[in-house]
């Protein structure tokens, strides 16, 4: 079993930055990726593709609606990951979901096999 826990969530103003961390532990060798969720309010159930990267470290993903804004990254001595938060939009209000998966990139929910209990972003116009 993989635990996560994120943080670093908050309430900022469009255009502003903002990280958010996430803490695995537990039996992260079986792990292939780890990555970022989000849920938006008023939307379906759905959590929608953030961004993921190799538990390595050498790869990443990214949603086309964030590309060039967020960054993913990660410390592998740490078991940490992070997604660094730019020129944030009131559309980047959600609940920011860590998810971690053991065979393949986490683009899908359906290839997600942990999750964290979510932190909330909320960008004001």
């Known amino acids: ?17 903002l990280r958010l961390s996430c803490v695995a532990s537990g039996s992260t060798f079986d792990l292939y990726s780890m990555g970022w969720f989000r849920q938006a309010p008023g939307r379906p159930k759905e959590r929608e593709f953030v961004a993921t990267i190799a538990w390595s470290g050498t790869d990443t993903h990214y949603a086309n609606s964030v590309k060039g804004r967020f960054t993913i990254s990660k410390d592998t ?5 992070y997604l660094q938060m730019n020129s944030l ?12 998966g053991g065979s393949t990139f986490v683009f899908t929910e359906h290839f997600t096999d942990y999750w964290g209990q979510g932190t909330q972003v909320t960008v004001s116009s």
């Open 89 to 100: 939009e009131p559309e980047d209000t959600a609940v920011y979901f860590c998810a971690a």
């Open 77 to 81: 001595a740490r078991n940490t990951m």
């Open 1 to 17: 079993q993989v635990q996560l826990v994120e943080s670093g969530g908050g309430l900022v103003q469009a255009g502003d930055s």
